[in-house]
């Protein structure tokens, strides 16, 4: 098992950028695909980006393709998810998730952090 903390997230304008830490502890880090999702109000935990153990492979929403980059530091056990031109639609608690397998589907993974808000608003 996998203990995941997220932080960085807060109140922003739309256009701004924020970027988003997920620290990692417990078992061995560098073998886990991490991935970052978001849940709105109201709505169901959406698949947002997710990286390879190695960080060699990269798969985004199309949502967020070509404003958002997610990166992992294994030797800091951390994996960040740095979103720019960021727009009201993009607000919700955001989560880090670790997975076995390189996936989009929320049951791919099985250890998840607490969530952190990110506010999106003029």
């Known amino acids: 098992q996998v203990q995941l903390v997220e932080s960085g997230g807060g109140l922003v304008q739309p256009g701004d950028s924020l970027r988003l830490s997920c620290a990692a502890s417990?078992?061995?880090?560098?073998?886990?695909?991490m991935g970052w999702f978001r849940q709105a109000p109201g709505k169901e935990r959406e698949f947002v980006a997710t990286?390879?153990?190695?960080?060699?492979?990269?798969v985004y929403a199309n949502s967020v393709k070509g404003r958002f980059t997610i990166s992992k530091d294994n030797a800091k056990n951390t994996v960040y998810l740095q979103m720019n031109s960021l727009k009201p639609e993009d607000t919700a608690v955001y989560y880090c998730?670790?997975?076995?397998?390189?996936?989009?589907?929320?049951?791919?993974?099985?250890?998840w952090g607490q969530g952190t808000q990110v506010t999106v608003s003029s």
């Open positions: 998730a670790a997975s076995s397998v390189l996936g989009t589907r929320r049951s791919d993974y099985n250890d």
């Open positions: 417990g078992r061995t880090f560098s073998s886990y695909a």
């Open positions: 990286i390879s153990w190695r960080g060699g492979i990269t």
